[in-house]
Every structure is written in structure tokens, then in C-alpha cells.
T-cell receptor, first 113, second 111 residues
């Protein structure tokens, strides 16, 4: 089992460019999440998907969109990247109820110039 | 929304000593409190968790305590080893699927 995978690992964008971060899990989990991690600020929830076909905003959703393509895949899109979106992005998944372990992907380091 | 505060931001201990990291939360509806360890350049990984109906949980050298009245929970690491050096995050789950993380504690265990 690969667990949670993310692509790409690194990305550099110019202000205004768009891109999609991909995430996939092979653990048959119902719930998936996108976080951003900034120095000294821990992990902040951007969006989550409680189950296939549903998505909801987290703490910091502005400037992002998500798609739960199927049960395995959950993508994060930046339509017009800004320097403030420079961060490390983690995808995670869990069984379903929110009171069990989240498994994280390896992260994507994004720099917006 | 929920607000999770974590202290200290950095902690340096001698190998063999104990380390304690504390977190407070604001919403009494929070019912699940995991702790994650993140080594440099790697993904966060769960090390221990506790549910709101339990006051204490222990797993070998690691323990977590929860005080629902005071709305705080703590991570205790005994007999620290150099491989315990990492950043530790607490989190609180206020309802299904929404997790709020603390800002992290960088633990340095000196040999």
C-alpha cells in the first residue's frame, strides 16, 4: 500500500498562474483533507471532503478550490496564485467520523514568486 | 471556530529527562485530541490520541492527559531519546472531520 500520495513534490509558480495539486489514497478512506503548513502556524485546514461527492470549507479556503474526483482522489486548485500561498501543502485521509487517525501524504512545497 | 494554543514553542531537554507539552482549546464540544510528530522534511504522523470520555492514556514512554473542565490536554514523554527530537503538534476535533492544530513545539533532546 502506498498510503497517501501527492504530486508534485515541489512547484514554483509566478503570481497569477494556476495549478492543481493532486492527492490519492489507497486505504479506502471516506474522508480526505487539504492543509497548508506555514512556519510557526501549525497545520491549517483549507478544505475537506467527508465523503465522495461532498466538500466543505475549512479555516482558510479563500483562493482555493477542490474536487473530490472519486473516493480515491482529492485535488486542490489554485486559480490565480499569490505569494501569500507560498507554503507546504499536505493532503490527508481518514476513515470517516473525524475521531480517528488522519494519514498524511508527503507534502508539496509550493513557492509563488 | 475552535482555537488551539500550544506551549512551549521550543523545548530543549537532556537525554533521559522528561518533556511536557501543553495545549488548551476553546470549544467544550471538542471530543477528540490527537498528537502528531513531524520530523524535519517529513509528514506528520500520529503518536497518540485521546477521546473526551477518557482522562489519561499511555503508550510506553508517551502519555496524554485531558482535563475537560479546564479545557487543556498535555503530552508527556519520559526517558527522552535523541530520536524523539522533532516538532510535535496537538489538535482538537470539534465535530466530524474538522481538525484544529496547535502551532507546534520543537523538541530538542540533547545527547
Amino acid at each position: 500500500n502506498a498510503g497517501v500520495t501527492q504530486t508534485p513534490k515541489f512547484q514554483v509558480l509566478k503570481t497569477g498562474q494556476s495549478m492543481t495539486l493532486q492527492c490519492a489514497q489507497d486505504m479506502n478512506h471516506n474522508s480526505m483533507y487539504w492543509y497548508r503548513q506555514d512556519p510557526g502556524m501549525g497545520l491549517r485546514l483549507i478544505y475537506y471532503s467527508a465523503s465522495e461527492g461532498t466538500t466543505d470549507k475549512g479555516e482558510v479556503p479563500n483562493g482555493y478550490n477542490v474536487s473530490r474526483l472519486n473516493k480515491r482522489e482529492f485535488s486542490l486548485r489554485l486559480e490565480s496564485a499569490a505569494p501569500s500561498q507560498t507554503s507546504v501543502y499536505f493532503c490527508a485521509s481518514s476513515e470517516a467520523t473525524g475521531v480517528e487517525e488522519q494519514f498524511f501524504g508527503p507534502g508539496t512545497r509550493l513557492t509563488v514568486l | 471556530g475552535e482555537n488551539v494554543e500550544q506551549h512551549p514553542s521550543t523545548l530543549s531537554v537532556q537525554e533521559g529527562d522528561s518533556a511536557v507539552i501543553k495545549c488548551t482549546y476553546s470549544d467544550s464540544a471538542s471530543n477528540y485530541f490527537p498528537w502528531y510528530k513531524q520530523e524535519l522534511g517529513k509528514r506528520p504522523q500520529l503518536i497518540i490520541d485521546i477521546r473526551s470520555n477518557v482522562g489519561e492514556k499511555k503508550d510506553q514512554r508517551i502519555a496524554v492527559t485531558l482535563n475537560k473542565t479546564a479545557k487543556h490536554f498535555s503530552l508527556h514523554i519520559t526517558e527522552t531519546q535523541p530520536e524523539d527530537s522533532a516538532v510535535y503538534f496537538c489538535a482538537a476535533s470539534i465535530h466530524f472531520n474538522k481538525f484544529y492544530f496547535g502551532s507546534g513545539t520543537k523538541l530538542n533532546v540533547k545527547p
